[in-house]
T-cell receptor, first 111, second 115 residues
Framework: QKEVEQDPGPLSVPEGAIVSLNCTYS??????FMWYRQYSRKGPELLMYTYSSGNKEDGRFTAQVDKSSKYISLFIRDSQPSDSATYLC???????????FGAGTRLFVKA | EAGVTQFPSHSVIEKGQTVTLRCDPI?????LYWYRRVMGKEIKFLLHFVKESKQDESGMPNNRFLAERTGGTYSTLKVQPAELEDSGVYFC?????????????FGPGTRLTVL
């Protein structure tokens, strides 16, 4: 079983839609939860960084962490064609630097 | 401020040959990481440097892979001899740990193809 499960998609939505991306994980030691965005032929770019449980909002992006269910989500409001990319969830233990990535979800936002 | 740079952007070699990948981290970042993504799989951690010291190399696949970071600045990852299964995209990232955060900045990656 993988430590982090993420549906690879692809996910196709119309412009302006609310997008929901999710990951589940099995390691209860994870304390840091990240979402990265990766455009084609580029490296991953950090979007959101959350410590432990709760919600975090940054502009059109909201990250949620539910440690009791081992489930994290990223919501994108008013999606734009420029949001089309691969979104990767990632996690880390406390005191560790080793990041565990999900497989990434490919998102297409159609104008 | 310049980001993380990697060289080359793409390398095509034959099985059995040697390849050296280079990563230049963001200036002042003590932490440097190597990751790899093989076709159809998730990005996997290879190793982590703190300055010139290897902090964690638990993700290195085998002894054909050698990473160095002399002087605590740029890093190299050598694959010798290369095998077909080494093909993939190799990412480097750097960070500077502050309190609870460790924002890792990724380079564009080196796409390695072993024929």
């Amino acid at each position: 079983q993988k430590e982090v499960e993420q549906d690879p998609g692809p996910l196709s939505v119309p412009e302006g839609a609310i997008v929901s991306l999710n990951c589940t994980y099995s390691n209860s030691a994870f304390q840091y939860f990240m979402w990265y965005r990766q455009y084609s032929r580029k490296g991953p770019e950090l979007l959101m960084y959350t410590y432990s449980s709760g919600n975090k909002e940054d502009g059109r992006f909201t990250a949620q962490v539910d440690k009791s269910s081992k489930y994290i989500s990223l919501f994108i409001r008013d999606s734009q064609p420029s949001d089309s990319a691969t979104y990767l969830c990632a996690m880390m233990n406390t005191g560790g630097f080793k990041t565990i990535f999900g497989a990434g979800t490919r998102l297409f936002v159609k104008a | 401020e310049a980001g993380v740079t990697q060289f080359p952007s793409h390398s095509v070699i034959e099985k059995g040959q040697t390849v050296t990948l280079r990563c230049d981290p963001i200036s002042g970042h003590d932490n440097l990481y190597w990751y790899r993504r093989v076709m159809g799989k998730e990005i996997k951690f290879l190793l982590h440097f703190v300055k010139e010291s290897k902090q964690d190399e638990s993700g290195m696949p085998n002894n054909r892979f050698l990473a160095e970071r002399t002087g605590g600045t740029y890093s190299t990852l050598k694959v010798q001899p290369a095998e077909l299964e080494d093909s993939g995209v190799y990412f480097c990232a750097s960070s500077q740990w502050t309190e609870r955060t460790d924002t890792q900045y990724f380079g564009p990656g080196t796409r390695l193809t072993v024929l």
